[in-house]
């Protein structure tokens, strides 16, 4: 009525909201109300029906035994001869399967985004890694093609070291250019190592690149056997 007491209900309130049929008359809406909506909604709600309007929206109700449901409820005014309300007719769906599929999809469509940001971080973190022993083969292939007393059929073969290794850098630069961090999800696989084999294999990798550049290198040896935790690679 227009004091918002229910007058009627239809039975299939009961097996969405679990309360009889004798348990609502008397009683308002706000039995049903949960505190999980905005109350903006309940404003514009009231705010229609006072014009006299038709209000159509979405929120999520409360069962008897205290559980939630979503409801699209479309709520008319109904107008005395004079033009005034004297009730309110409220016809309304229980939509919560299709939220919760919504939900779904909006879960599946965030966990392919994180995979897609964690791909992305691999990659670009997998640069570096890749490139410097990519610039080592070039290195080592550019010296053996310019030493003057290496064979022939060996200069020939480093050139196609050299030619394969430069293809190769362009194709890892251009699949690794696609990568940007948008996560931090690397794998690291912790192991011991021996710190003095770690650095005299990083000298042999870098000392081609160097010695391109005019660039010497100094190390002064590990005096110890020393083993740190790290990922190998």
């Known amino acids: 009525d227009n004091q918002s007491k229910i007058e009627y209900v239809n039975p299939v309130i009961s097996k969405i909201s679990g309360y009889k049929v004798e348990e609502l008359i008397g009683q308002t809406p706000a039995i049903f109300k949960s505190d999980l909506n905005d109350p903006k909604i309940y404003q514009d709600m009231n705010k229609t029906l006072a014009h006299k309007k038709i209000w159509h929206g979405e929120f999520i109700n409360k069962r008897k035994d205290g559980s939630f449901y979503w409801i699209s409820s479309s709520i008319s005014p109904v107008l005395s001869a004079n033009g005034e309300i ?78 394969a290794g430069k293809h190769l850098l362009r194709l890892v630069n251009d699949v690794l250019d696609l990568g940007k961090i948008e996560s931090r999800q690397l794998i690291v696989k912790e192991e011991l190592i021996a710190l003095r084999t770690l650095v005299d294999q990083c000298l042999k990798l870098v000392a081609p690149l160097a010695e391109n550049k005019q660039i010497s290198l100094s190390f002064k040896p590990i005096k110890c056997d020393c083993t740190i935790k790290a990922d190998y690679t």
């Open 86 to 163: 004297q009730n309110f007719v409220a016809i309304q769906e229980d939509i919560s399967q299709r939220k919760q599929a919504e939900q779904n999809l909006l879960q599946a469509k965030e966990l392919a985004e994180q995979s897609n940001r964690a791909k992305s971080e691999f990659l670009s973190n997998m640069s570096h890694e890749l490139r410097t022993p990519l610039n080592a083969i070039l290195g080592f292939a550019e010296i053996l093609e310019f030493d003057p007393v290496l064979d022939k059929k060996y200069k020939s073969s480093a050139t196609e070291i050299h030619i």
